[in-house]
T-cell receptor, first 111, second 111 residues
């Protein structure tokens, strides 16, 4: 059974204080690992897809990396507008086109 | 493009009542999904569809039914609502494996 665990559950940082969010996964035949951002009262918004170990993707202050067991979302010099819940999901080789989500990390950036 | 829209945005039901949630997408996507999101549980897949006229069970299908009579619409039905179905429901659609587009959500309370 595919599983995704995110840590920490919540993270509070000062503006400009860099950090990383972790996504550990077990999956039968990884077809893709996805990062989403979710603001309160809204649906998840796509950020990145990673397909194989060693791959990296960047977008503004965010950088996602992937190993065979986990993914990290690095946040460099964050701003208050980066505050959100960040969700990680995997798509495995079985289970036809389905994503399995982690429980998310709630990130708060204080000015 | 409106993207993915959901109707209604909020609803309060009494135990035993029935209702239908509507998801519509104008991106000509083949795949559509219904998720529920509960605190600390992450997003869990209820049902999904890989094309018009097809449906399949996800992780938590009990108590729900779905229909995909038209490519652009995916309906989620609750025949006899229970308090355990109090949740936020999200619909998503996708064309390629890269990205699922999510709707804004429906907040359902069952008393």
């Amino acid at each position: 059974e595919d599983q995704v665990t995110q840590s920490p559950e919540a993270l509070r940082l000062q503006e400009g204080e860099s950090s990383s969010l972790n996504c550990s996964y077990t999956v039968s035949g990884l077809r893709g690992l996805f990062w989403y951002r979710q603001d309160p009262g809204k649906g998840p918004e796509f950020l990145f897809t990673l397909y194989s170990a060693g791959e990296e993707k960047e977008k503004e202050r965010l950088k996602a990396t992937l190993t065979k067991k986990e993914s990290f979302l690095h946040i460099t010099a964050p701003k208050p507008e980066d505050s959100a819940t960040y969700l990680c999901a995997v798509q495995g080789g079985t289970g036809a086109q389905k994503l399995v989500f982690g429980q998310g990390t709630r990130l708060t950036i204080n000015p | 493009n409106a993207g993915v829209t959901q109707t209604p945005k909020f609803r309060v039901l009494k135990t035993g009542q029935s209702m239908t949630l509507l998801c519509a997408q104008d991106m000509n996507h083949e795949y559509m999904y219904w998720y529920r999101q509960d605190p600390g549980m992450g997003l869990r897949l209820i049902h999904y569809s890989v094309g018009e006229g097809t449906t399949a069970k996800g992780e938590v299908p009990d108590g729900y039914n779905v229909s995909r009579l038209k490519k652009q619409n995916f309906l989620l039905g609750l025949e006899s609502a229970a308090p355990s179905q109090t949740s936020v429901y999200f619909c998503a659609s996708r064309l390629t494996p890269i990205e699922q587009f999510f709707g804004p959500g429906t907040r359902l309370t069952v008393l």
